[in-house]
């Protein structure tokens, strides 16, 4: 178990105001303390419930196992939200609805042993207080979005010791960042070489330009690949970890991706969120950016609102958009891409729909490469998300269709792989690895023991190639003879499907396999952008006092995103718009 957590929270007689004084009349319980469980993301949450006649006085979360950084808001906010509104009907926590949703169940199994009306509670309606105008503000710096980008922006400008106001409209910092398996792209020679590794900056921007089919500009790209080790670099420099192993993750195309000593995401955004506190960032949670505020063709500011209220930020520096994406918004995806509708799931937190994109074309910032949609062949079949899966680096696993056939090569393009699973019966496919990739005890990119993953029934586990086959339900001699020629392939290098990345035969059992189908992941369009983020309007001019970073912006990737260069992405230029939001001011830094 990842951890125990005792959370509590106790109701204050002031809060006793927002209770309906239907909802005081009709409570009826059974004083005292009582034990309730329910299922998350990654399994059961155990609360205490503690309960007078007539109200809920304390709720302790007992234990839960669910992700640090991604779920912190749920069991922070919702328990509040019970106390205080007396009620079950509150709103689970934008981007953690698996947690949220356990959370509630635990507390509702606790509350009918305390004998509560539970249908009472559940649709109790909660009365909010009206939105009001809040006090306006004004800063040096406004940053847009919590994610790795937004809060490299963020510490880079504080750092040149300028006063920044980070945005973020959901209720915990992340974004799609803290959701990432972790992979990020760079040309590392000292790590690198020590696993007799060739590589260098030129054939990095290689990969990039002609994986995305030469449609990236070639002074971003440039400017991704030779900054990536240094974002390495300031990151370390600050006390985050990476593994000296590199690995080639999913469509990378070379052995070039670093894994971070904390899992998934959570390395980046902790390490930048504790700079950017260190350094005086104001970061405001659940603050939503509405509209830029712009005079004289400047950006100058913001219009933002809170549940509480609306309130304007004026930025004397300027603004650095970084909204993230908008593959979480069907609409703005079949706008562009009608083949990815609603029956198309997403890894995408909920969060990524777009906003930061319209709002800086309503201010005439030019756009690019909308049409280019990325999607995966990793997503959980019932979820979309790209956890859940048993396999590492791409050299030591395959994947294999209903018929127990290869059907791609698994260290070609992203798009190529998708496309091809696509074709497949019902659009399905199972990765196949074994115990060199996955040896007890081992982890995923995304924190999953080999073990957590058998046991929830994600993964399927076997001793044999045959006893794979049947719990697969695809043909074990088709099946057999796939892996005896895959294995022939890694002996002699010459691969039918012309996979060019080996290291191990698949020939150690226990045996995995995960299923997984196409899911919706990278928006690579987005605002256009020069090398200095300065953003870019219709006309080719650039718009003063308007900087954007991150998969909000166009034009790196070009059709197709190599596997690992998002990470980077986000790094390498929201440093850049960091310092630049600063250096090209027309105001000083008070």
């Not at 990654?42 to 309960?51: A, F, L």
């Not at 949220?100 to 199994?109: H, I, R, Y």
């Not at 991706?257 to 930048?272: D, K, L, R």
Request: proline residues 4%.
């Amino acid at each position: 178990m990842k951890k125990l957590s005792i959370i509590l929270f106790s109701v204050m007689l002031t809060l006793s105001l927002l209770v309906t004084p239907a909802g005081a009349a009709v409570m009826s319980l059974e004083a005292g303390t009582y034990s309730g469980n329910g299922e998350g993301m990654n399994g059961t949450i155990e609360v205490k419930v503690t309960v007078a006649k007539d109200e809920i006085t304390n709720i302790e979360v007992v234990s839960e196992n669910e992700t640090d950084g991604m779920t912190d808001a749920v069991f922070e906010k919702i328990p509040e939200d019970i106390l205080a509104y007396q009620s079950l009907a509150v709103d689970a926590v934008s981007g953690a609805t698996f947690a949220s949703k356990g959370l509630l169940a635990a507390v509702t199994d606790a509350l009918k042993k305390a004998g509560a009306d539970v249908d009472f509670l559940k649709n109790k309606k909660i009365e909010k207080k009206a939105a009001k105008k809040i006090e306006d503000r004004t800063t040096n710096v406004v940053v847009i979005g919590g994610g790795n980008a937004g809060l490299a922006a963020a510490v880079t400008a504080s750092d040149q010791g300028a006063d920044v106001i980070l945005l973020e409209k959901m209720p915990m910092l992340g974004g799609n960042s803290i959701r990432a398996g972790g992979a990020y792209n760079a040309v590392d020679p000292e790590r690198q070489k020590e696993q007799g590794i060739e590589d260098s900056v030129e054939r990095h921007f290689y990969h990039t330009y002609t994986g995305g089919d030469k449609e990236g500009k070639i002074k971003l790209i440039y400017t991704l690949v030779d900054n990536a080790n240094k974002g390495i670099d300031w990151l370390e420099s600050m006390g985050m970890g990476f593994e000296d192993e590199i690995f080639t993750v999913l469509g990378a195309l070379w052995p070039r991706s670093h894994a971070p000593s904390e899992p998934v995401g959570n390395g980046f955004i902790n390490t930048m969120r504790d700079q950017a506190e260190k350094n005086g960032v104001e970061i405001l949670l659940n603050t939503k950016a509405e509209e830029l505020i712009t005079e004289d063709g400047r950006v100058v500011g913001v219009k933002a609102s809170t549940e509480d209220g609306n309130f304007e930020i004026r930025a004397s520096q300027g603004v650095v958009m970084a909204a993230g994406g908008f593959a979480a918004n069907v609409e703005m995806r079949k706008k562009y891409n009608p083949l990815l509708d609603e029956k198309t799931k997403t890894t995408n937190h909920p969060g990524a729909t777009g906003d930061g994109i319209v709002m800086a074309e309503k201010v005439d910032a030019d756009l690019v490469g909308m049409e280019y949609i990325q999607s995966l062949p990793l997503g959980d079949p019932k979820t979309g998300s790209l956890k859940g899966w048993a396999g590492m680096s791409v050299e030591n696993y395959i994947f294999v269709n209903k018929n127990g056939e290869r059907f791609v090569s698994e260290s070609d393009r992203r798009d190529v792989m998708t496309n091809a699973l696509i074709d497949q019966p019902d659009s399905f496919m199972y990765i196949v690895c074994d115990a060199h990739s996955m040896p007890a005890g081992s982890k995923n990119s995304f924190n999953e023991t080999i073990e957590e993953l058998v046991a929830k029934g994600k993964t399927l586990k076997a001793m044999t190639i045959k006893g794979l086959a049947e719990k697969m339900n695809v043909d074990p001699e088709a099946f057999a003879q796939t892996i005896e020629k895959y294995n022939k392939a890694v002996e002699t290098g010459d691969d039918e499907f012309g996979k060019t990345l080996f290291d191990k035969k698949l020939n150690k059992p226990p045996y995995y396999a995960s299923p997984r189908v196409p899911t919706a992941h990278h928006t690579m369009g987005g605002i256009k952008i020069n090398s200095d983020t300065q953003v870019i309007d219709t006309d080719g001019n650039v718009i003063p006092g308007f900087f954007a970073a991150g998969e909000v912006t166009g034009g790196i990737h070009g059709t197709n995103r190599l596997g690992g260069n998002a990470l980077p992405d986000t790094i390498v230029f929201g440093r850049i718009a960091g310092e630049a939001v600063v250096k090209n001011s027309p105001a000083e830094i008070k």
